[in-house]
């Protein structure tokens, strides 16, 4: 229950058990197969059952029982549907004709579905999609692990012929094997829209270089675009302790940004232009940024905050973030098990169910508006995103939200600056470069606040990665708040009701 304008408003939460079924089937599937399904699909039925028996208890009880079958009884239908589904690829990747081949050396195709990324000791790794093994053609998902020499210029959607080692992918995510690239590759053509989106990246990367100071030059790609390759390594710890490694990566906060600048000009264009407009925009920046799955991700999670923002009904919110959950677990299965993609979920959700609650109780106390939102937002992005971060990382950034709160301030400037002199970048180098000049103060304040706090004593806790580091920080978190909300319980009673 939330109070808006005055009122008090129940949020739409009829898709939620849906898309946490289909998405919590479809990562048993991919982790453990029919037996985890099945453990999965019973245990989500007996957690509906109870909250269905708890809501009866709690609400009415005239139509308690009947919702209660229909919901479990659709959930079942839903579960068993992305069950068999999941099953189905699970087989075909264990029947795939490369598995046959694991240890042994082949001639490869394949085409990249992202930019490579150099992962030390002159390596780079890229995730890519087979199109032919030894002249035979087939398909799959790929890890390809080369040296950066002849690799190092390969773009998305480039094909390149290759001999390497192929072996057992080192995780169960739908990928069908690890390549070892041996030698040079044979490098094909990328199609015309993905060669306009590389040559945009290149130019803004070169302008950038001409009109900024080198620390703040290979820091703007990597905010505006998510291309950290020429972010040094001490920046990128910095930003991990300080707890704003986010900002480097495609995110729907990006993306938000960026349409909801051009959303703006609807007093001047009028609000469908501005909402076609902003398609546009959406549409542009996914192909410059490059059309991964983590970049249509975060296109979706965007999507979805601005339609809160434009509709200014939070409701609305909850159901299209489930149905992008459902839908992504369909076109994406391999998300289920990918852990950007569940923060891009819980950080959505937080921003559009706790964040707004928690602001207007803060203005309600007298707090002023705009400090209540960035207040509001950073904590509990924070609150909802750090169990997972502590999971993937083992390491809890102690300064996060401070360190978030001093960077906001100039990440919507940096972002729609950045975005607009990366338009210009091919068609008007001079216009880009004077904007990306005026990214330059806020560019030197964000590299100081990371440097600055990653220097705190203490600034990061170690723990264990995995389920164990999520386990302890969501279990502290829940602590935090419920010893917070008591806090404020006893200071809002009357002093004679409290006891001696």
Known sequence: MNTVDGRETRLDVRLVPAALTCWAVTAAGILWSAIGVAATALTVSAAVGVAAWWGRRAGPAHDGAGVTTAGIAALAMTGLGFAIAVLLRVDQITDHPLVARYGLVGSVIVTPSETPRVVGGGRLMFRASLLAADDIEMSGRVVVFASTAGFAELTVGQPAAFDARISRPKRRDLTVATLSATGRPRLGEAALIQRAGHRVREAFAATARTALPPDQAAMLPALVLGDTSAVSADTTAQ???????????????????????VLLAAGLVGPRVAVALAAVALAGFVVVVQPSASVLRAAVMAAITLLALVTH????????????????????????????????VVATAALVVIAPAWSQRMVARGWPKPLADAVS????????????????SGTFSVVAVIANLAAAVVIAPITVLGTAAAALAVLWPAGAGLLIRFTGPELWWLVNVARLSARVPGASVALPAGAPGAVIVAVAGIAVVVLARRCRRRLSLPHDTIGP
Do not use: W, Y
């Not at 930003?239 to 600048?261: P, Q, W």
């Not at 924070?382 to 169990?387: D, E, I, K, Y």
């Open 239 to 261: 930003f991990r302790t300080s707890g704003l490694t986010h900002l480097t990566a495609v995110s729907g906060a990006n993306v938000t940004i960026v349409c909801g600048a």
């Open 377 to 392: 937002v950073a904590v509990a992005a924070q609150l909802v995103t750090a169990p997972l971060v502590a999971a993937i």
């Open 313 to 344: 009904r939070r409701k609305q919110a909850i159901p299209a973030l489930s149905a992008a959950v459902i839908v992504l677990m369909i076109a994406a299965p391999e998300l289920a098990v990918d852990l950007g993609f569940a923060l891009s």
